[in-house]
């Protein structure tokens, strides 16, 4: 089954606590990116990768680090989390190209909560 | 400065009735135009899309209007049900920088039994 497979999809955690969310797909996909959302935002890029190796900020990085050294693998590390990044993330893979509008498949979502 | 942008919050409908959900954007530069349903505790799924070379795509109970010269888009969902009660989000994407996604804020569709 094709999936993008996202953990923990919920976490409490501390202010400056490091932390990661990691992010897995299974349909070889080229790109993969990273969203939060946010109440009366909608969903807001904080980075995409294109391929392994190759990573660029969102709309909304500051506060983020990602790495893409698997193709499969695409997560999210917040290396000093603060309140502000309270909030729901989704991760998302997609071919690398939109042809035709080729839709973006989303994990289930991770429910960050920064105390 | 958002970019795509769904000025409606909420959306509430009688089932069977046509629900019509409107999405603007300012970056002319937009070549393709997704819509995506979330449920709750769930990620968005894929809903339909439209190229900016067409101005209409149907897909069973659900059709996307595109007008260019307005920037505007919508979908339209005959007959509503009450399974279509979800998040909806607008989103829309550029060719030429890869598969990045710019999402509006979403539009919550609630249908009344």
């Known amino acids: 089954e094709a999936q993008v497979t996202q953990n923990p999809r919920y976490l409490i955690t501390v202010t400056g606590k490091k932390l990661t969310v990691t992010c897995s797909q299974n349909?070889?996909?080229?790109?993969m990116s990273w969203y939060r959302q946010d109440p009366g935002l909608g969903l807001r890029q904080i980075y995409y990768s294109m391929n392994v190796e190759v990573t660029d900020k969102g709309d909304v990085p500051e506060g983020y680090k990602v790495s893409r050294k698997e193709k499969r693998n695409f997560p999210l590390i917040l290396e000093s989390p603060s309140p502000n990044q309270t909030s729901l993330y989704f991760c998302a893979s997609s071919s690398k190209r939109l042809i035709r509008g080729t839709e973006a498949f989303f994990g289930q979502g991770t429910r960050l909560t920064v105390v | 400065d958002q970019q795509v942008k769904q000025n409606s919050p909420s959306l509430s409908v009688q089932e069977g009735r046509i629900s019509i959900l409107n999405c603007d954007y300012t970056n002319s530069m937009f070549d393709y135009f997704l819509w995506y349903k979330k449920y709750p505790a769930e990620g968005p799924t894929f809903l339909i899309s439209?190229?900016?070379?067409?101005d209409k795509n149907e897909d069973g109970r659900f059709t996307v209007f595109l007008n260019k010269s307005a920037k505007h888009l919508s979908l339209h969902i005959v007959p509503s049900q009450p399974g279509d009660s979800a998040v909806y989000f607008c989103?829309?994407?550029?060719?030429?920088?890869?598969?990045?996604?710019?999402f509006g804020e979403g539009t919550q569709l609630t249908v009344n039994p």
């Open positions: 349909m070889n996909h080229e790109y």
């Open positions: 439209i190229s900016s070379i067409k």
């Open positions: 989103a829309a994407s550029q060719e030429t920088s890869g598969s990045r996604l710019t």
